[in-house]
């Protein structure tokens, strides 16, 4: 898997796909060596099942034998399609008087109620986590709030907090899990909550981007 970094794109779902985007993403040199002479280079883009025709732009660095891919904003890291579709479900389930029923809600007739809760749950579990963490890392906004996509909202002043967390935690983003986070997959299986506290290693770039 790569490592993903941030791209400050700045462009709407629709605008990154039909204005190729990925083409805009630059990453000057390498995160790793930053004095270069590693063979780092642009390495095409991948694609994205969702939303159709999203491609993201990716590096390799031969040195190092790893890749870097820059995740636009308004993406879902390490999950599929975009924040803003994660925060949906997530605010659903805050609305709704149970999981379960917001589950119901929001699946398609071709899937089973279990599966529908499976699927929730894999989102609003780490949202829910990540909240946590965000709301003890901006006490001048966030102090007393709770831990929910709807409150952080009213307090952020914002419809989309997802999406704004990626740009106030910018420097966070290599420490906090996905899909707001950008933490590298090596570390993915370890402690998300440890992982925040510190700073990153030597060859991991902390706050690129
Ligand atoms: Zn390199």
Known sequence: MPVQLRFKSGLSSTDYVTGEGWRLATLSRCPIHSRGGCGFARHGT?????????????????????????????????????????????????????????????????????????WVRRRVAPVRSLLTIVVGLFPQWLQGCVPQIIAVRERLVCDQALMLLRELAAVHLQSLAPPLGLLPPLLLAGEHKAAVQHHMGPDLPSGFG
């Open 46 to 118: 991948y694609t994205r099942v969702s939303p159709p025709g999203t491609q993201i732009a990716r590096w390799y660095c031969p040195s190092g034998h790893r890749t870097f891919s820059l995740l636009p904003d308004h993406l879902a890291a390490r999950f599929p399609g975009t924040l803003s579709e994660i925060e949906q479900v997530v605010a659903t389930v805050e609305q709704a008087p149970s999981l379960e029923a917001a589950a119901d809600r929001l699946r398609g007739d071709d899937i089973t109620l279990p599966s529908a809760v499976r």
